[in-house]
């Protein structure tokens, strides 16, 4: 037997003779938040023994603590309706905001469904033999306890205790490792109600205990204006909200190219549904299959519906432990999706439903047997497919303001039906039916090249461009040197302006002839005064950032990465662009243009990245 | 790492510590919050007409009154949370860490802490832990915030234990509790509570720290260890106001 823990960041492993347990459970849950509250409330339903260990005083994690009232994209199906409707009712007879009811209510299901319940502790260490988890070492405030366990669920958000067994884990995005910006919610008082805001504070990585107390310590030092619009305020609230995490390598791990490419799991879990929302600013940093979609097609707002295999919960190589908590085994992109309270609540019911299988047949994780679970989740909704269709559009309201009205997306299959939607302010559909066609479409959209409409003419060059065809360069060079400033009108939010989008698909062509263009936006200190970033809400009414310039960010961001692309692609431009990018970015007087917020803000330290990513292209190409 | 001084707990006390010793000053507290005891507790404080010693708690008094926290007859702390975290900033706190242990060695303590990176362990020639502990606590409350939209509604049973702190709209009720209960006994006793309130109340807030009653003789050293729970101070000021004395002068 041996205990694996972490130690100064790296995980040690120590050969012990033996441990005395002084406690034994079919399951332990670390980490009683969103997901893992629910899962010991069902566990226990299933008639396990179960004990849920928890570092603060209270359950309910993001949707308490982190002041979430309402989910994103709820739909219905799953044990969780049930339980929230217990805490819906408490909350219409009894509290001014539901966080309230969550934590009395949720904590008395745990309790009253023969759970055990440890606050103020946590998991210090994994007794394994061999691969396989069989105990914990926990710390409560009354001392140290040595739990034996058949199952360890990991509910802690970050993969803690999977990372402390062992299990390899991914974190961030591929082009710079960082995760999206976190938020800190406020609860604010208006009159006698109780209202709470959910603004982006900056990037933390979670993982590093100093980072993370630098960063909690700042986001309630600094009183963001729009943290406190629209009331008096009153705390912050404990956690703050941390969009993304540890993901572990799972036994299947589920990928946004091979959803776009419909290549879906055969044994799903639960289908998430949300849009691939990616919070930060910095969308030219979030690579090619997402840039595709979010800039290329302009569908960054559109939900999407993900199935996720259950085997999207065990990591690889170790058993006796599964997460149930947003570091499923899927890849960061899926991870924009996957991540919100409606999904985490199913996978909850779908690690209760394993763990409780596995107990039952003495069976490994990996090996219980799926139609059992299965039979159990189509029973409980949880599995149930909540809409016809995998693409939707969906939401309160558009960008502009005015209702939105939920529709399926069905796109198109006839490279003769592009053409309408091209010549509209909404190509996105068109264009990303293009990428699904291959190249079937290209010579009809070579035609379209030669419209007289302009719309046509230059949303053909994007049609052509996402399938990798050059055809309409000449356009496409075309509208970045006019700064076109046309905001296309696809989504509800995180519309693109018809110039970055050119710049992207330069950058995706690795264009070197549009290399000193693409200097002179980021270069040039008059280069803001355009009329492209005059819009004020390129990205949206609905979210506009008070002393953020985000047109102008959108474009020289844009211009980096297109520029970093073309340069790799043709490295006689490395030079020249390490010297371009040393002379612009040198100062960081740039930042000031971009925004006069704090470097520690999310967009302050937006602004400051490109700086990071610039000199990294630079040493990386010796330079 | 070493450090002349470990403080226990981000407390207003300890927040008066890192501000006088500065760099060599280390503190460790388990919660992701700092000031919890008076700001998460709803403990509002009292005996505001005391005189504050240091300069560093008149800068932190006139703060507060920029927030409006002594503006009409209540106390209301909440808005003070900024300028409280600002003294945070730049200094050595760690966050959401553990105490595992603290063991005596020569010239000092080690002190070993679990957080998001694992074990840590840390050397100082002083430890002060500004936490409150069972053994220390007279009395206990888990308060609560709760108001009323209709003008003419039925009063509070008599037997609740209510103050006008916070906002004027709100009665803050303190649920009492046994001294040795923890949070899961003190949130069943609020449950059972706002089920005897009358219909037309509702619950705001529910503190998520205790309000603590310590008994007297605080602080106090003990073992070479100093233990100055800053919830035994009548105001987050006066809390603050010892802990920078003490870093200068180091008398309790």
New interface residues.
Partial sequence: MYISEVRNERVIKTEIESVVFDGQYDVLVSGLGTAGSMAAIMLAENGLKVLGVEAFNCVGGTATIGGLQTPYFDTPGGRYAAIDGVAKEHHRLHTRNIIESRKLEFERLILQRGAQIWYESSVLGIYMEHDTVVGARVITPEGIHHIKTKVILDATGDAYTVHMAGCATEYGRKFDGLAQPYSMVSSLRTGTGVRTTNCDFGRVDQRDDKGLSETLIFSRAYEMEEDRNGGRFMLHMPLIGIREGRRILAEEVVKLEDVFAERYTKEPMFYAYADLDKHGWDIAMDGTTLGDWAIGANLGAYNVMIPVSYKALIPKGVDGILVACRALGVDRDVATCVRTMPAMKRVAEAAADIATLAVRHGCALRDIPYAELRAMLSESGCLKKPYDSYYRIDGWKNYDGTPLVPENVTFMTEAEALEAKLATEKPGEAIWSAKRMGTMANETLKGLLHSADENTRKHAAFALAISGDDSGIEILRAMVKERDPLMLKDCRKHNQQRGCMAIYFLGRLADVEIADTLIEIFSDEDEIKRPAYKLAFAMGTRYKIKDFQNEYFQFISNAVIALIRIADAHPQLQKKTAMAFRAAFEDETYCKRITQRPPMSSEGGMARHLKKVAYAAIVRWGQ | MNYDVIVIGATFAAAGLVQAYGDKCLVLE?????GYEF??AAKFGTDYDKALASDEAKALYAKFVEKNAFDGERICL??C??PF??L??GKN??????I?SVEKIDGGFEVTA???????TFTAKKVIDTTVHNDMVEAKTLNLLV???EENAAALPADLKTEKWG?E??ILIKCAVAAND???EA??A??AL?DT?P?EY?????A??FDYEVKSGYPVEKDGIVYMPSCAYKNPLLAFDAGVLYAKGGVL
Avoid at chain 2, 30 to 34: D, I, L
């Fill in positions: 388990r919660r992701p919050q700092a700001l998460n909440f808005d949370a900024g975290y600002s945070l900033e706190v760690l966050l959401n860490m553990e595992v679990h957080g998001v990176s694992g074990y840590r108001n009323t939209d906002y709209e709100d923890g949070y899961i949130r069943r609020v449950a706002i309130l219909a509702r619950v705001a807030f529910v998520d720290c």
